[in-house]
C-alpha cells in the first residue's frame, strides 16, 4: 500500500448511508492494482442531506469520481452539471464522473441489468417485461429497458409510498420513448400480475422481498405461472439464491441472480472513470461467487 499510494494517486469513493459492508472499494482497489491505474477507492458515510456537501468536496479534492448509492441517489442529480439520458429520466445518478471540474452524472444500474440479461442469451429488444417494484433498482430497469428497445414494460407495486413514482415513470417512458408501452398495476391485484406473467418474456422482481428479513418470501405467490421459456431475474442479491429464483428454477425458468447486475454496474462505471475495462472474470472470481 506504501508503495501505491503517493502523491499523485487520484481518489475515487463511494457515498452513500450505510457504506461500511459494500464491496465496491475491494471490487475497485483490486483492478486499479491489477491494471496499474494510479487511484484509490474508499467509501464515505454520507446522510442524505450532506449530499451536496460531498459532492462539492468532490470538486475541491479533484476526485476523478463517485459512485452514489442509497439514500443520496436522486438528491445527487442537482449537484450534476450534467445528465446522461438514463440519469436524466430516472432522476438518479449512481456515478458521478469528474472532467477538469465538469461533473456528468450517469446512472449504471439498468444497464448492469441489461448486460446480465444479456450474458445469459436474454436481450431486451423487442421483449414484454413485467417489473416488480417502483423504487431506485427498479426505475433505472424500467428505464434502461425502455431506452434499450423492450417492446412493453408492466410495473407492479404496492399501494406504498412508491406507487406514485411508478405512475411517474410510466408517464416520463411514455413522454422520452413512445415506441414502448407501459402501464402500472397494484400488485395486489393477482389476476393482473398473471394476466402479464403470461404475455411477458421477462419477469424481474425488483422490490425488497426476498432479501432478509423477508428472505421467506416471494412476490410471486402463485408458482404456476412459471414456464420454461420465461426468463426470471431478481435484483436482490443477498441471498443469491432468492425463493422467487428457486420455485422459477424448479419450473425449469431460466433464472439471473442480481450479484450479475451488481458486478456489471460496477463494469460500466469503471469504464466511466478509467476507459479502460474492468478485468471482469477475476473480479467475478474473487468478489462474485455464487
Ligand atoms: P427502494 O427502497 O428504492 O424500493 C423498495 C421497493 O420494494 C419498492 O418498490 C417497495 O414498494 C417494494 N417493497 C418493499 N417491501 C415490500 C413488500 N413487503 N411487498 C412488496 N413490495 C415491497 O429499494 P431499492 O434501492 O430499489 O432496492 C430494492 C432491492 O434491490 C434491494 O434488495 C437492493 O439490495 C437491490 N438492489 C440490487 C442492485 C443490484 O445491482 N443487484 C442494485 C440496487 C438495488
Known amino acids: 500500500m506504501e508503495e501505491r499510494i503517493t502523491g499523485h494517486t487520484g481518489l475515487l469513493a463511494l457515498i452513500g ?3 461500511e459492508h459494500s464491496g465496491s ?3 475497485y482497489n483490486y483492478s486499479f492494482a491489477r491494471l496499474g491505474l494510479d487511484y484509490v ?4 458515510d454520507v446522510k442524505k442531506e450532506d449530499t451536496g456537501d460531498a459532492i462539492k468536496a468532490m470538486r475541491t479534492f479533484r476526485m ?3 459512485n452514489v448509492t442509497m439514500p443520496c441517489k436522486n438528491e445527487a442529480v442537482r449537484y450534476m452539471d450534467r445528465l446522461s439520458p438514463a440519469a436524466r429520466l430516472m432522476g438518479a445518478v449512481n456515478t458521478i464522473v469528474n472532467d477538469g471540474g465538469v461533473l456528468t452524472g450517469y446512472n449504471t444500474d439498468g444497464e448492469g441489468f441489461v448486460r446480465n440479461l444479456a450474458e445469459h442469451g436474454v436481450p431486451v429488444r423487442g421483449k414484454c417485461i413485467t417489473v416488480a417494484g417502483g ?3 427498479a426505475t433505472a430497469i424500467q428505464v434502461q429497458c425502455a431506452l434499450d428497445g423492450a417492446r412493453e414494460i408492466r410495473i407492479f407495486n404496492r399501494k406504498d409510498a412508491f ?4 405512475l411517474e415513470t410510466a408517464e416520463r417512458i411514455k413522454k422520452e420513448v413512445p415506441d414502448c408501452l407501459v402501464q402500472v398495476c397494484d400488485i395486489d391485484d393477482e389476476a393482473a400480475l398473471g394476466e402479464a406473467v403470461g404475455a411477458s418474456d ?3 422482481n425488483a422490490t425488497m422481498v426476498g432479501m432478509k428479513p423477508m428472505d421467506g418470501e416471494s412476490v410471486v405467490k402463485d408458482t404456476g ?3 420454461p421459456d420465461l426468463v426470471v431475474a431478481d435484483v436482490v442479491y443477498n441471498p443469491a439464491k432468492t425463493r422467487l429464483l428457486r420455485e422459477a428454477a424448479q419450473a425449469g425458468c431460466t433464472c439471473v441472480t442480481g450479484k450479475g447486475m451488481l458486478l456489471w454496474q460496477g463494469v460500466s462505471a469503471f469504464r466511466l472513470y478509467t476507459g479502460m475495462d474492468m478485468p471482469v472474470e477475476e473480479v467475478r472470481e474473487r468478489f462474485f461467487k455464487e
Open 64 to 66: 476523478r469520481g463517485m
Open 135 to 137: 423504487g431506485g433498482a
Open 25 to 27: 472499494p475491494a471490487m
Open 163 to 166: 406507487f406514485a413514482r411508478t
Open 41 to 44: 477507492y474508499v467509501a464515505f
Open 202 to 204: 421477462i419477469f424481474v
Open 225 to 227: 405461472l412459471f414456464r
Open 17 to 19: 448511508s450505510p457504506v
